[in-house]
C-alpha cells in the first residue's frame, strides 16, 4: 500500500492541484524489488509508469562490458514514461541497486487518472521534461570533458567534510557505467591517479585523496 503522504514528500508533487494525488493513490500498484533485480528490460513492453519511493535504479544500455549508465533514480524518481507514452519497447533496463520500493501505474489506470484528474497529464509531462533536460546535460558533460575530469569530479563529489578518504561505494564496472565509459578505462586511470600521487589506494573501493588542488584541475579540465 501507497499513501498520499508518501507522494507529498516528493518535488514532482509539490505544486500538484488539489486531487492529484488521491488519485493516483486508489489506483497504485506497490512493486518491491531487491538489488540487482530487473524491473524491466530493454526491447520489453511496458507495464506502465513507476514512481521510486524507496531505495535506487539504475537504468542502463548496452550488455556485459559495455553496459553505459543512462540516469539513476531514487525517492521521487520516475520510470517508464517513454514507451508508455511514445509506443513502442523500453529503449534500456532498469536494475535495482539496493532494496526498492516503487509504485505502478498501468496505463489503464493512468488513464482512467487522468480522466478524473486532467491535471495528472501536467505532472507527467514534467517529470519527463525534468528527464530530458537531465540527459541533455549529461551528454554535455561526457563529449566535452575526458574520463580522467569525470572520474575526479566523482571521487570530489564522494567526499563528506573535510575528509580526505573517499569511498566509491561501487564496483568499477558499475562506476564504468557511471561515467559513460569501460572498466578497462577506469582502472587505468585510477591507476594513473595513483602513480601521479594524486590519490592513495586503501582497498575496498575507498581512496585517501592527497593531491586535491590537482584532482579540482582535472574536474575542470585545467588538468592532463
Given at each position: 500500500?501507497?499513501?498520499?503522504?508518501?507522494?507529498?514528500?516528493?518535488?514532482?508533487?509539490?505544486?500538484?492541484?488539489?486531487?492529484?494525488?488521491?488519485?493516483?493513490?486508489?489506483?497504485?500498484?506497490?512493486?518491491?524489488?531487491?538489488?540487482?533485480?530487473?524491473?524491466?528490460?530493454?526491447g520489453?513492453?511496458?507495464?506502465?509508469?513507476?514512481?521510486?519511493?524507496?531505495?535506487?535504479?539504475?537504468?542502463?544500455?548496452?550488455?556485459?562490458?559495455?553496459?553505459?549508465?543512462?540516469?539513476?533514480?531514487?525517492?521521487?524518481?520516475?520510470?517508464?514514461?517513454?514507451?508508455?507514452?511514445?509506443?513502442?519497447?523500453?529503449?534500456?533496463?532498469?536494475?535495482?541497486?539496493?532494496?526498492?520500493?516503487?509504485?505502478?501505474?498501468?496505463r489503464?489506470?493512468?488513464?482512467?487518472?487522468?480522466?478524473?484528474?486532467?491535471?495528472?497529464?501536467?505532472?507527467?509531462?514534467?517529470?519527463?521534461?525534468?528527464?530530458?533536460?537531465?540527459?541533455?546535460?549529461?551528454?554535455?558533460?561526457?563529449s566535452?570533458?575526458?574520463?580522467?575530469?569525470?572520474?575526479?569530479?566523482?571521487?570530489?563529489q564522494?567526499?563528506?567534510?573535510?575528509?580526505?578518504?573517499?569511498?566509491?561505494?561501487?564496483?568499477?564496472?558499475?562506476?564504468?557505467?557511471?561515467?559513460?565509459?569501460?572498466?578497462?578505462?577506469?582502472?587505468?586511470?585510477?591507476?594513473?591517479?595513483?602513480?601521479?600521487?594524486?590519490?592513495?589506494?586503501?582497498?575496498?573501493?575507498?581512496?585517501?585523496?592527497?593531491?586535491?588542488?590537482?584532482?579540482?584541475?582535472?574536474?575542470?579540465?585545467?588538468?592532463?
Amino acid at each position: 500500500m501507497i499513501s498520499v503522504r508518501e507522494l507529498e514528500a516528493f518535488e514532482l508533487f509539490r505544486n500538484a492541484p488539489a486531487g492529484v494525488i488521491p488519485a493516483l493513490v486508489s489506483r497504485g500498484l506497490a512493486v518491491a524489488v531487491q538489488p540487482n533485480e530487473v524491473m524491466f528490460l530493454a526491447g520489453s513492453k511496458p507495464r506502465g509508469w513507476y514512481i521510486v519511493l524507496e531505495g535506487r535504479v539504475r537504468v542502463v544500455r548496452g550488455s556485459g562490458s559495455r553496459q553505459h549508465l543512462i540516469h539513476t533514480e531514487g525517492p521521487g524518481g520516475t520510470l517508464g514514461e517513454v514507451p508508455l507514452f511514445a509506443g513502442g519497447t523500453h529503449p534500456a533496463t532498469a536494475i535495482a541497486a539496493e532494496p526498492t520500493r516503487c509504485v505502478l501505474f498501468t496505463r489503464e489506470a493512468l488513464e482512467a487518472a487522468i480522466g478524473e484528474v486532467p491535471a495528472i497529464a501536467f505532472v507527467v509531462a514534467a517529470a519527463l521534461a525534468k528527464r530530458v533536460r537531465h540527459l541533455v546535460d549529461r551528454l554535455d558533460g561526457r563529449s566535452a570533458r575526458s574520463v580522467q575530469s569525470r572520474l575526479a569530479e566523482f571521487l570530489l563529489q564522494q567526499r563528506r567534510g573535510a575528509s580526505a578518504i573517499v569511498s566509491v561505494g561501487m564496483t568499477q564496472q558499475a562506476l564504468a557505467e557511471e561515467l559513460g565509459t569501460v572498466r578497462e578505462v577506469v582502472s587505468r586511470e585510477l591507476r594513473g591517479l595513483a602513480r601521479r600521487g594524486w590519490l592513495e589506494p586503501m582497498g575496498g573501493g575507498r581512496y585517501r585523496l592527497r593531491e586535491i588542488a590537482r584532482l579540482e584541475e582535472a574536474a575542470s579540465g585545467e588538468a592532463v
